[in-house]
């Protein structure tokens, strides 16, 4: 039984920092890319960020420069790190792995719970 396991959100003032952590219990097999989405009440839910399976990363431009995703493969954990924190930034954040259940089916995205992030001052 595959789980995502996020961490790491809360309250932060203008310009403060969090780290989201999302691990993954259970297995996934050839995990292509991992990734950080946000929504936010009666918006669409957007991607954030992306880390491949390579080490590639890839950022949404309103967070180029101040967050950085990055990957512990060991731990089969993904993490965000969020610095200069904006008000803009308050949403629910959202791990994906995309990945497989078993080494012969179809990709499939596995989410985590959500985190809530609110910057505030």
């Known amino acids: 039984q595959v789980q995502l396991v996020e961490s790491g959100g809360g309250l932060v003032q203008p310009g403060g920092s969090l780290r989201l952590s999302c691990a993954a219990s259970?297995?996934?097999?050839?995990?292509?890319?991992m990734r950080w989405y946000r929504q936010v009440p009666g918006k669409q839910r957007d991607l954030v960020a992306t880390i491949t399976r390579n080490g590639i990363t890839n950022y949404q431009d309103a967070v180029r420069g101040r967050f950085t995703i990055s990957r512990d493969g060991a731990k089969n954990t993904v993490y965000l790190q969020m610095n200069s924190l904006k008000s803009d930034d308050t949403a629910v954040y959202y791990c994906?792995?995309?990945?497989?259940?078993?080494?012969?089916?179809?990709?499939?995205?596995?989410w985590g719970q959500g985190t809530q992030v609110t910057v505030s001052s």
């Open positions: 259970g297995t996934i097999y050839d995990i292509n890319a």
């Open positions: 994906n792995v995309e990945g497989r259940p078993t080494v012969w089916a179809s990709i499939t995205h596995y």
